[in-house]
């Protein structure tokens, strides 16, 4: 069983390694962390309280909290979708606004068509697709060597809590082998 | 049918709330047409069956509405998606 207590624990422990905090509305985050609660009972995995998951965990894969989108939207609006992770400016405010939807509309579309159908498309697909479309790369912290493949560095190391400027890029390492 | 109905004061508007259960926006959306008192009907499309959300989808699609929710429908015509209190405000005359 899952309990709120685990939840929210889960997500404290998540936002002090990535340099977030939770909502700063304390009834808010109390409805975000039950609904997290909620689905996780229902679904096996803590899907988005804020998005309608199919219940099949390939195709929710991008929603499961902490999401896909966490850091590109908290990095743009200062909050993530559901507003459970804030940036420390929203946290100061204490105010909380909607942000707009940057997962994909077919993505959410999936859940009104049959998920059999869906899965198994998903599984021919594979991962390798979806991450050159949205333009992954690799990427490693200078000062603790930690390496993550990502749209953009993180905000802070999860590994030495350096800022994300001391991430750089790590190109092709292509070897031609001397031809 | 998972279609619930909130009592309230003001009833010379039709409103219907496509919601999710587990939604904070969601629930500031109910709370807020609650506080105003005004009467509504919602639909948690997390909790409804798959033919109720396979209307739904066709509905949002054919409204060209995004998919996200809250979604509030008033008197079948104006569509508000996301939580805006203040434009839920002018389209109820609040």
Sequence with gaps: ?179 | MTIKRVEGGRTDHKVFIYALSTCGWCKRTKDFLKEKNVAYEYMDVDQATREEKREVGEFLKERNVPLGFPVTVIDDETVISGYKPEALAEALGL
């Design chain 1, 1 to 179: 069983m899952t309990t709120l207590e685990m939840v929210r624990r889960r997500a404290e422990l998540d936002a002090k390694a990535n340099g977030y905090f939770l909502n700063p509305d304390s009834e808010f985050l109390e409805n975000i962390l039950e609904g997290l609660r909620v689905n996780e009972e229902r679904f096996g995995y803590p899907a988005c309280p804020c998005r309608i998951a199919v219940g099949s965990f390939e195709l929710d894969r991008d929603i499961i909290c902490p999401c896909d989108y966490r850091d590109p939207d908290v990095q743009d609006y200062g909050a993530c979708y559901c507003c459970l992770y804030v940036d420390s400016a929203t946290y100061e405010k204490g105010e909380i606004h909607p942000i707009p939807e940057r997962r994909l509309p077919e993505k959410a579309l999936k859940v009104f068509s049959s998920i059999e159908e869906e899965e198994k498309k998903s599984q021919l697909m594979a991962g390798v697709v979806e991450d050159a479309r949205i333009g992954r790369i690799l990427f490693y912290c200078r000062q603790c060597g930690y390496v993550v493949f990502r749209e953009e560095p993180p905000y802070i190391c999860p590994i030495c809590r350096a800022k994300r400027e001391m991430f750089s890029e790590i190109g092709p390492l292509l070897e031609t082998g001397g031809t």
